[in-house]
């Protein structure tokens, strides 16, 4: 596509569910990014895709966030059992390579009640 | 990973001034990219400085890369409202090799 896509853009979901988040990136990106922006803070580095390689999870917070990419296209964060502070916004991102600028897409905003 | 310091964390100047915002590390920095996010909005993508002592600039936007590679300055001349906004600096986060640190990001604000 044109750009990032991510749904859904809004997710309201009770503590203790699971959500399941995705992005469809640009088409022939081979990097794909998740970042989390808690109101008025930065940017935090979830997890990374490149290609076919083992993706790098450094940034994943705790062993309830997973996220997973089919085919080298779209991907899927996944949060268990979720917390209210887990609430945020969630960016993807996609590049043509690494070390490359990102194009965003317009996040997902997660609220946890 | 490498941890970049930004400032100043909030701006507030009148329509027609200037603005600068800098980013400091205490490591020397392979590459720094500039994002800004509008109110709302998600970040963008604005420009990437690679070369040492590097002046980039975009319209009424210069950029540039110290010659220790270690900080940069986003500098905009004579604000518009439509430069509302907040600006990032990014750097390479070394454990992840190729994903990106953000700043905290300059908040700016521009009234008429």
């Known amino acids: 596509g044109a750009g990032v896509s991510q749904s859904p853009s809004n997710k309201v979901t009770e503590k203790g569910k699971d959500v399941e988040l995705r992005c469809d990136p640009i088409?022939?990106?081979?990097?794909l990014y998740w970042y989390r922006q808690s109101l008025g803070q930065g940017l935090e580095f979830l997890i990374y895709f490149q290609g076919n390689s083992a993706p790098d999870k450094s940034g994943l917070p705790s062993d309830r966030f997973s996220a997973e990419r089919t085919g080298g296209s779209v991907s899927t964060l996944t949060i268990q059992r979720t917390q209210q502070e887990d609430s945020a916004v969630y960016l993807c991102a996609s590049s043509h390579g690494t070390l490359r600028g990102y194009t965003f897409g317009s996040g997902t905003r997660l609220t946890v009640v | 990973g490498q941890q970049v310091m930004q400032i100043p964390q909030y701006q507030h100047v009148q329509e027609g001034e200037d603005f600068t915002t800098y980013c400091n590390s205490s490591t020397t920095l392979s590459n720094i990219q500039w994002y800004k996010q509008r109110p709302g909005g998600h970040p963008v993508f604005l420009i990437q400085l690679v070369k040492s002592g590097e002046v980039k600039k975009q319209k009424r936007l210069t950029f540039q890369f110290g010659e220790a590679k270690k900080n940069s300055s986003l500098h905009i001349t004579a604000t518009q409202t439509t430069d509302v906004g907040t600006y990032f600096c990014?750097?390479?986060?070394?454990?992840?090799?190729?994903?990106?640190?953000f700043g905290k990001g300059t908040s700016l604000l521009v009234t008429p």
């Open positions: 990014a750097v390479p986060n070394s454990n992840s090799g190729y994903a990106l640190n």
């Open positions: 088409s022939g990106h081979t990097a």
